[in-house]
């Protein structure tokens, strides 16, 4: 994938076990979504806290955010509700839509990439962004993009 390309269509459930579809957003609402390694990381943590007091600049500018990780629905409840994160977090267990959006593996492949999209309301990918160990990096170059 790469800046410019449409988002492709996929699926996933959320925290609460509700139908995610990339397609329900097309035409309708800016969006960012940001792949991270796992819930209780460290890093993820602060990746995800940084996006949680961040958010109101996303919505004020029209945007949803979603965290995405490999994590169980159960997991991600509970991670959700420890650092009181105002978005969804998707549950992506086979890594299909890793795979789709071609988000690379980082530490020699031992880990999952962070790679963080934002995509316009069209489904047009306006900005991909990858660093995996800079966590707050991530918000900067969303919210940066967005504005």
Same mark, same amino acid.
């Given at each position: ?30 969006? $960012?979504?940001?792949?991270? %390694? ?35 629905? &159960? ?6 509700? &420890? ?7 998707? $549950? ?11 988000? %690379? ?9 962070? $790679? ?22 991530? $918000? ?8």
């Amino acid at each position: 994938m790469k800046v410019g390309d449409r988002i492709p269509e996929f699926t996933l459930y959320d925290q609460d076990g509700e139908t995610f579809s990339s397609h329900s957003l097309i035409g309708k609402k800016n969006f $960012v979504l940001f792949f991270y %390694p796992q819930d209780g990381l460290p890093i993820c943590i602060r990746e995800a806290c940084a996006f949680r007091d961040a958010y109101h600049d996303f919505v004020k500018n029209n945007f949803e955010v979603f965290g995405v990780s490999s994590d169980s629905e &159960t997991v991600h409840k509970k991670f959700k509700r &420890t650092y009181k994160l105002p978005y969804r977090l998707l $549950v992506d267990e086979n890594a299909k839509v890793r795979e789709l959006l071609e988000v %690379p593996p980082m530490l020699l492949g031992l880990l999952p990439g962070r $790679v963080t999209f934002v995509v316009d309301k069209e489904g047009i990918i306006r900005k991909i962004f990858n660093s995996a160990l800079s966590a707050s990096s991530h $918000v900067r170059e969303a919210i940066s993009t967005i504005k």
